[in-house]
């Protein structure tokens, strides 16, 4: 019998237990927060980094050890792609991922940073152009 985080109790039989993986969330005193985010191509690297790592310093939840981190992980499709880290105890997660993606956001719109999101252009001829292609 497990009781969970959100006030539910979970019955496993031994069977489904023998060979699986089992994930304790509530075993170390101190547990990661991590926020991905998608930041223009336009914006400036570093002024980025320094304003995720802003975000970071916000989050009252944060414990000093170990330090957060603002890492590059990727250039996307239509983003520069970042992994905003911090560490906190394990019962404030839930507050401090919360206010984590809050403080991420308001950080970004603070300075001017765009957060993209997917787009596509379609682009339809007229009828014009339609008629001169058929023609050639």
Same mark, same amino acid.
């Not at 310093?57 to 957060?68: D, G, I, L, M, T």
């Given at each position: =019998?497990?009781? +969970? ?17 089992? =994930?304790? +969330? ?16 336009? %914006? ?8 995720? =790592? ?7 939840? %944060?414990?000093? =050890? ?32 919360? %206010? ?29 152009? +339609?008629? %001169?292609?058929?023609?050639?």
């Amino acid at each position: =019998e497990i009781d +969970t985080s959100d006030g539910r109790r979970v019955i496993i039989p031994n069977s489904s237990i023998f060979g699986a993986v089992i =994930e304790n +969330t509530t075993y170390h005193r101190h547990r990661r927060v991590d926020v991905s985010v998608g930041t223009a191509y336009a %914006a400036d690297i570093d002024d980025t980094r320094a304003t995720l =790592e802003r975000a970071c310093r916000v989050v009252s939840q %944060a414990v000093a =050890e170990p330090k957060p981190s603002v890492d590059l992980v990727g250039l996307g499709s239509s983003s520069v792609d970042w992994s905003v880290r911090i560490w906190v105890r394990q019962a404030d997660f839930g507050d401090a991922k919360q %206010a984590l993606i809050r403080a991420v956001k308001l950080e970004l719109d603070r300075s001017g940073i765009e957060i993209p999101f997917p787009q596509l252009d379609i682009r339809m001829p007229t009828a014009n152009q +339609t008629t %001169a292609k058929l023609a050639a």
